[in-house]
DNA sequence: CATGAATGAGGCTTCATTCAT
DNA sequence: GATGAATGAAGCCTCATTCAT
């Protein structure tokens, strides 16, 4: 049921807009449902139901399942790295893996279906990580080189320094109903493995 | 004792074999569909043509597809524990890190799907994955404990110390297409993981 | 409420007209292929190609074959029980009994296929099957109360008066195809039962 | 596992006799097991198992799961209406019936399986049960036309005579989880039947 | 465009029956 | 003859996708 009476009767921007808006709210509601249900585990049917529209509206908007969630999970994607470039601006590097952490703690539960289910998804959901990641490595590396130079940190090559950390990071995500049941890993463990992760690289 | 009273005398060498034999088969072959198309997506059609066996057969042997599944993760995991403890039998930390990624490289793929999946499947997994690391973790603890009082590594909380490790030996498994496509991971990085991670947590 | 907010406001009388006209009419086919092939022998598939709609379609409407079934069972105790309670109002003992043959053999086939297979399926069947008798009791109890007062009928339990009653009728629907083959038991019966039975019960 | 280390040394008689035993054993333990758990959901590997037999030695004495049934509808049929000729050696309606009760109360279980699942099964299922009817039918039929001549009871057509008590002892058969909960029915039952048909047909 | 009923391919599981030993 | 592992034809149910309204 629309909130016009005849279809034609809608000036043509105002639809477009409004096709805009109902895709817009899928993939909202879709990402809340895929973060709570996970990526493999939601169907099609819930994402329409939790949006609050028809199941083939899912499909008037997309064409296919995998094509929504790639959409959700890009949009993500630019959202997460948009963030992470926001906080991350040119500190120390224990300013930007805090930052780090930070900024994936306000997206914990969408971030860790993301690392754990992101390699049964279609490719799309693996670029968004490498995406993700670039953001922080690009950071990262500029500060690691400052510190490097400047020996306050070890040198070492930076696709090592950089893997260390976001493998313990994502161990930690992936983990996380068993390190901390019932609450965001991050919010428990983030300054610990950041501390940690620092002893480590610090000469 | 009539002469209808069960057949468990004799261990009826030819039948009870043959069987075994079958349920054996069915494992290593699940074992190896499981590790190529991944444990979400094998069918247990898929199982039972790589077996060679009709799909009816595979519910003769194992009631449902989780418990198949569960047979083939616990076999694996007790094969690869105790190779891991063959192998890391008391040296330094050095010689144990690389006896496991010795042992890991031994069962690559399937581990790496393990890894990849395991949150998304029955708890049997997840017990799995914890009880390999069990085994590592069992031995690292004693070298490190040694070699920390010998100042050879840095003194560290002995979780953290593990955990980076399997961070990120995790994180290039999990990763490995991308790192190293067409190729075992651990072939090509397992040494410089390796000698990295001894880098960082040597004083 | 948002434009989101479900639809629950107008009846949208096309579409939900249509799902319930499915609906129905996938009850109605159910009935006569339960009739006809009995609801054990039944199967889903059948139920769908007698409908003239997909597989599928059925489990649309019902989440189980039993849930089904049991709709079917359950819609068609309603009718007989209101159609017994329209006949059998408040008459003599004869002419309730009569009302009672006259309103199953309105449904003989489907309710012949009840008392015989009643006892395999979910309660819900049972509980019908009492429920159609009740009425039938309901009526006939009080019908007999004043004609044994006023000395027409002989003073029986009226549980053992009912329960001689169905048996006799049950046990002629239930061996139907051996006493008429070919044609319904109680059309060609019916008159004899009811005959015989209140001669037994008169004084 | 047979008795004998070849077959061959066995001599033909003695072989064939340890065939007729088995064979009379699977009849006797799948009467049994299709007692207490019903003709349509007891399985062959049941009946099986509960013989201590092979899967494979079920078939290899009968032909389909319903030659089996039916050997054993059969053979009851036969045990019922001896026993049913020898309690019920002309004497009068009442002693004729109390036998009958006597007779079907040695075998409740198994007639009662029967009589609710009978129309579910092969032909010869049915015409068991009318064998077993038309034992009591015949000598119930020379007491009863005995006792009209002599004035006992009342004149009525023979058959609906027989079919008022059938009806009314199937009924309670096979609702007895109604009536008499863990508790055979006729037990409970039987004597009020008994005495309440008596007063129907009597003068 | 939005709707949601209908579709149908495909997955898991059961069980009577077969057959090599 | 007895065995029991293996078979495979069904049966129920799920869910992404389509399409008439």
């Given at each position: 049921?629309?909130?016009?009476?005849?279809?034609?009767?809608?000036?043509?921007?105002?639809?477009?807009?409004?096709?805009?808006?109902?895709?817009?709210?899928?993939?909202?509601?879709?990402?809340?449902?895929?973060?709570?249900?996970?990526?493999?585990?939601?169907?099609?049917?819930?994402?329409?139901?939790?949006?609050?529209?028809?199941?083939?509206?899912?499909?008037?908007?997309?064409?296919?399942?995998?094509?929504?969630?790639?959409?959700?999970?890009?949009?993500?994607?630019?959202?997460?790295?948009?963030?992470?470039?926001?906080?991350?601006?040119?500190?120390?590097v224990h300013e930007?893996?805090?930052?780090?952490?930070?900024g994936l703690a306000?997206?914990?539960?969408?971030?860790?279906?993301?690392?754990?289910?992101?390699?049964?998804?279609?490719?799309?959901?693996?670029?968004?990580?490498?995406?993700?990641?670039?953001?922080?490595?690009?950071?990262?590396?500029?500060?690691?080189?400052?510190?490097?130079?400047?020996?306050?940190?070890?040198?070492?090559?930076?696709?090592?320094?950089?893997?260390?950390?976001?493998?313990?990071?994502?161990?930690?995500?992936?983990?996380?109903?068993?390190?901390?049941?019932?609450?965001?890993?991050?919010?428990?463990?983030?300054?610990e493995l950041l501390?940690?992760?620092?002893?480590?690289?610090?000469?």
């Amino acid at each position: 049921m629309t909130q016009y009476a005849g279809v034609d009767e809608m000036p043509e921007s105002q639809r477009q807009k409004q096709k805009k808006q109902t895709r817009k709210h899928l993939i909202t509601m879709a990402f809340n449902q895929l973060a709570k249900d996970g990526l493999i585990n939601t169907r099609t049917a819930d994402i329409a139901k939790a949006a609050g529209v028809s199941h083939g509206t899912v499909f008037a908007h997309f064409p296919t399942r995998d094509a929504l969630l790639t959409e959700v999970i890009n949009e993500f994607g630019a959202r997460v790295t948009r963030r992470l470039h926001e906080l991350a601006g040119g500190g120390s590097v224990h300013e930007i893996l805090e930052a780090h952490l930070k900024g994936l703690a306000e997206f914990e539960p969408f971030y860790t279906r993301l690392v754990r289910e992101g390699s049964l998804l279609p490719e799309s959901a693996r670029n968004t990580l490498i995406m993700i990641q670039s953001a922080v490595s690009f950071h990262l590396s500029q500060a690691a080189e400052r510190e490097m130079a400047a020996g306050i940190i070890r040198r070492l090559p930076m696709h090592l320094l950089f893997n260390t950390w976001i493998g313990l990071v994502h161990y930690y995500l992936a983990n996380g109903d068993l390190f901390s049941p019932g609450k965001p890993v991050l919010e428990r463990y983030g300054k610990e493995l950041l501390e940690h992760y620092l002893t480590l690289i610090t000469e």
